[in-house]
């Protein structure tokens, strides 16, 4: 299964102050909005995205169709099929794209920890 960028989603409280911290680790806003409570950050190839007040836990995030530059795959995964290889593998995702559309959706499951991982297609 090609799944795309790979990057963690951390749930934040202050967005600015983390911001300020991943700077010092040497992270540089690589995209997102800061006045809207998200940001991407990106140091060489490592990506995290930060997320004030949009969801409770940090995930896992996969983006097919994008490399880690946000740059458009010449071949991926589409979200549809990587969900249908789930569920056939018996993992049940708690949010579903819907299989008769096409383009940007995504899906979610749970890992046996309790971890959360996003596979959100933007394209």
Same mark, same amino acid.
């Given at each position: 299964?090609?799944?795309? !960028?790979?990057?963690?989603?951390? !749930? $934040?409280?202050? #967005? =600015? =102050?983390? %911001?300020?911290?991943?700077?010092?680790? &040497?992270?540089? $806003?690589?995209?997102?909005?800061? *006045?809207?409570?998200?940001? #991407?950050? @990106?140091?060489?190839?490592?990506?995290?995205?930060? +997320?004030?007040?949009?969801?409770?836990?940090?995930?896992?995030? +996969?983006?097919?169709?994008? *490399? !880690?530059? !946000? @740059? =458009?795959? =010449?071949?991926?995964?589409? $979200? %549809?099929? #990587?969900?249908?290889?789930? @569920?056939?593998?018996?993992?049940?995702?708690?949010?579903?794209?819907?299989?008769?559309?096409?383009?940007?959706?995504?899906?979610?499951? $749970?890992?046996?920890? &309790?971890?959360?991982?996003? #596979?959100?297609?933007?394209?």
């Amino acid at each position: 299964m090609k799944l795309g !960028a790979f990057s963690i989603s951390l !749930a $934040v409280k202050d #967005i =600015a =102050a983390s %911001r300020a911290f991943y700077e010092k680790l &040497g992270f540089t $806003v690589f995209g997102g909005n800061q *006045d809207q409570r998200w940001l #991407i950050m @990106k140091n060489e190839t490592t990506l995290i995205g930060l +997320f004030q007040g949009m969801f409770e836990k940090n995930m896992l995030t +996969f983006n097919p169709g994008w *490399d !880690a530059d !946000a @740059k =458009a795959l =010449a071949s991926f995964d589409d $979200v %549809r099929e #990587i969900q249908k290889r789930l @569920k056939a593998s018996d993992v049940a995702p708690f949010a579903e794209a819907d299989e008769t559309t096409q383009g940007p959706a995504h899906i979610m499951v $749970v890992d046996p920890d &309790g971890n959360q991982i996003l #596979i959100d297609q933007h394209r």
